[in-house]
């Protein structure tokens, strides 16, 4: 079975400061992984995903992941954080296939302060 | 760009009443499911649903609940005798098989 672990439930950060929200998985099989953001009243927006290739991988809006098989994680970064990147953020892991079943971890709430 | 779209967006029943939350998945997408979060709580995986019939179902997937396409175009989620622990925000996401997207979800609260 998997399992996703997000260690911080709450980041809070200054605007422009450095973020990484971390994330750590367990799985017996290759898995895929993804990184889930929902802003306020809003549904879960796919923020960026690792399937094969490269491991380190870019969303349009600056944040990047990187996937480290031997450490199994795949923690979430951005240089610079704006009052916008305010939300919730769920990393996901699926052992893929066709069926993209996801297991998420709980959340970690980023609050950007000016 | 093409979304998922859930209907109604808050819900409100009484315990014991059956509910029905609707999904328009995304048009080309064959791979349908509904997820919940519980307040405070992970999003976890209730049901996937592919060829019109259920391809995997979670523990949490009891008789109380089952899911139907109708149609072409809606896939629903039913909860034939609502409980209180059934209050929590419903998702739906389609796939082409790939990642999913999902829409912004339906809150469920039961009184």
């Known amino acids: 079975a998997q399992s996703v672990t997000q260690l911080d439930s709450q980041v809070p950060v200054f605007e422009e400061a450095p973020v990484e929200l971390r994330c750590n998985y367990s799985s017996s099989v290759s898995v895929y992984l993804f990184w889930y953001v929902q802003y306020p009243n809003q549904g879960l927006q796919l923020l960026l995903k690792?399937?094969?290739?490269?491991?380190l991988v870019e969303s349009i809006n600056g944040f990047e992941a990187e996937f480290n098989k031997s450490q199994t994680s795949f923690h979430l970064r951005k240089p610079s954080v704006h009052i916008s990147d305010t939300a919730e953020y769920f990393c996901?892991?699926?052992?893929?296939?066709?069926?993209?079943?996801?297991?998420f971890g709980k959340g970690t709430l980023l609050t950007v302060n000016p | 760009e093409p979304e998922v779209t859930q209907t109604p967006s808050h819900q409100v029943t009484q315990m014991g009443q059956e509910v029905i939350l609707r999904c328009v998945p995304i048009s080309n997408h064959l791979y349908f499911y509904w997820y919940r979060q519980i307040l405070g709580q992970k999003v976890e995986f209730l049901v996937s649903?592919?060829?019109?019939?259920?391809?995997?179902k979670s523990e949490i997937f009891d008789d109380q609940f089952s899911v139907e396409r109708p149609d072409g175009s809606n896939f629903t989620l039913k909860i034939r005798s609502t409980k209180l622990e059934d209050s929590a925000m419903y998702f739906c996401?389609?796939?082409?098989?790939?990642?999913?997207?999902f829409g912004n979800g339906t809150r469920l609260t039961v009184t």
């Open positions: 690792y399937l094969s290739g490269s491991t």
């Open positions: 996401a389609s796939s082409e098989g790939g990642p999913l997207h």
């Open positions: 649903f592919y060829n019109n019939e259920i391809s995997e």
């Open positions: 996901a892991v699926s052992e893929g296939g066709s069926n993209y079943k996801l297991t």
